[in-house]
């Protein structure tokens, strides 16, 4: 059935409106934009899409397709969490979050429903904070920038669900642009849309289906041994506020004072964002040597270092690098399951997707899903005629 159509069955009315966000994969810059550093990701043809109309009663009516679930507040009185209900907590903290900015949205009739998969690294989450919070400020008229709504969704996602999560997903989400890569300073918040050379190369995503609960604790734990790590350094380096602060001169020059552990996790990310701004060159050159070595160094650094890949991933990647016409590939995303990103020389994606197919399965006895995305756009709205 359309979507317009459940909403009507849902409902009894007719949308006024279709928003639409993207998840995301990152080329590179992994675990670097809590540390204030750089990243690199694109927006993916996935969507999150979000039906909405107007209520005058201050009601807020969420129908989650994908769940065939409804949850149901009142904007008169403070957001609660739902319990029972946890995917509607993404879309009461966007409305929280405007709240919180003095801009107490009208009652809604909102359907959501979503193509990224679900718990796979993809960001699923920030397609629907961001799908959400451009609908309601469609909604209700708000003036409110884009990179204002990207805070909102992240601020949703960190204060309201609880993940303490950096701004990359939830800024390419709303900032993204087809056939471009955002080269993005998560400090300062400039940008750069770096074209794509979608003539060239191709960017393949490799989908584990290893879900790992522990991602948030361990994430968490990531960040505060970065902090650690920040602390010992401004010992001798008085003036930093993050490990961006810190070149990898300065950082070898130091580490020894840094115990094992942290001063693991921290090399990774004083790399990490080296790589990163090495990356752009290289793209913007089409060096394509350069680009596989930089994501395989990265996908290394991750799995040796910050210890955030795991057997699946690493499987992934090695299958991958045998596929002629493979540039580098790495996992992506938070890691301890999820996906794997492989970049591959045009015309080559189906004959890497093949041998996933087969070899993945038959090493690990799970089926694997490929996607091929071409980098699209970030969260928009379109008007329905009514
Ligand atoms: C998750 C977080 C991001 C980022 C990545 C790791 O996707 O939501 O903010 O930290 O992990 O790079």
New binding site residues.
Partial sequence: MKLIETFQNTFNRDPILKAKAPGRV?LIG?????NDGF?MPIAIQYVVTVLAAPRDDGHVNLYSVDFDAHSTFNMDNEIPHDETQTWSNYERGVFAGFLKRGMKSIGADLLIQGNVPIGA?L?SSAAIEMATSVALRTLNNFDISQVELVKLSQEAENQFVGMN?????QFISGMGQAGKSLFLDCRSLEFELVPFPSDDFSVVIMNTKVKRELTGTE?NERRSQCEEGVRILQKNLPDIRALRDVSVQQFNQYKDELPELVCNRCTHVVRENDRVEQFVRALKAKNSARMGELLLASHSDLRDLYEVSCKELDLMVEIAMGVEGVIGARMT??GFGGCAIAVVQKGREKALEDVIMVQYPAKTGIQPEVYISAPSDGAGVKMLNQ
Avoid: L, Q
Avoid at 165 to 169: H, K, L, W
């Fill in positions: 990152n992994e675990h670097t934009d809590y990243v690294g960001s999560c950096g701004i990359m997903d994430y995303g938070a």
